[in-house]
């Protein structure tokens, strides 16, 4: 067991550029789950996936947000058009069916 | 929808203290109940977790979190905190049935003194 990984771990870009972030769970989870957490606040939800099935999806995840897991193995999420306020560190997380969920280290954006 | 309250936004104990943070849930059945810590700049650790059964459970680090369904709380406790318990601890709270997304309290960050 080797833990979720999350690249890249910093990433700094100018607004308006695009960027992809990588989560690669705990090999055997199925379910994989994206949570955005800005400082001095706990992680919110962004959305989730069983399989290669994109179940749930927050209204925090606005049109610029996608996120995918094409195999339903690693899964990335992309950001179009970044925005300042899109500042925050990015955590991914997986489970077993209806288990405890392991997090990431995650991926902390700035947006400048 | 369910939410959780962490009171403390910040609290101080010196090392060897007790220690016990507050968690507070809403939520319309009995949840699923999760301590985290975070160190700064990492993911979250998963410290305890309740999902039935026994209201008293034991983590790792010597954590202990006992889940009172009349006070809709979940508290964690350490008898004698160590200075390197010094982090940010969230509660969480997951819908039962399904298990999917967690919702978090803001969080209460701890400082040990030695």
């Known amino acids: 067991d080797t833990g979720v990984s999350q690249n890249p771990r910093h990433k700094i870009t100018k607004r308006g550029q695009n960027v992809t972030f990588r989560c690669d769970p705990i090999s055997e989870h199925n379910r994989l789950y994206w949570y955005r957490q800005t400082l001095g606040q706990g992680p919110e939800f962004l959305t989730y996936?069983?399989?290669?099935?994109?179940?749930?999806k927050s209204r925090l995840l606005s049109d610029r947000f996608s996120a995918e897991r094409p195999k339903g193995s690693f899964s990335t999420l992309e950001i179009q058009r970044t925005e300042q306020g899109d500042s925050a560190m990015y955590l991914c997380?997986?489970?077993?069916?209806?288990?405890?969920?392991?997090f990431g280290p995650g991926t902390r954006l700035t947006v400048t | 929808a369910q939410s959780v309250t962490q009171p403390d936004i910040h609290i101080t104990v010196s090392e060897g203290a007790s220690l016990e943070l507050r968690c507070n849930y809403s939520?319309?059945?009995?949840?699923?109940l999760f301590w985290y810590v975070q160190s700064p700049g990492q993911g979250l650790q998963l410290l305890l977790k309740?999902?039935?059964?026994?209201?008293l459970v034991q983590g790792i680090k010597g954590f202990e979190a006992e889940f009172k369904r009349s006070q809709s709380s979940f508290n964690l406790r350490k008898p004698s905190v160590h200075w390197s318990d010094a982090a940010e601890y969230f509660c969480?709270?997951?819908?039962?049935?399904?298990?999917?997304?967690?919702?978090f309290g803001t969080g209460t960050r701890l400082q040990v003194t030695l």
């Open positions: 309740y999902f039935s059964g026994d209201t």
């Open positions: 996936f069983q399989n290669e099935a994109q179940l749930e």
């Open positions: 939520y319309g059945a009995t949840p699923y």
């Open positions: 997380a997986s489970s077993s069916e209806r288990r405890e969920q392991y």
């Open positions: 969480a709270v997951g819908a039962t049935g399904t298990a999917s997304k967690l919702t």
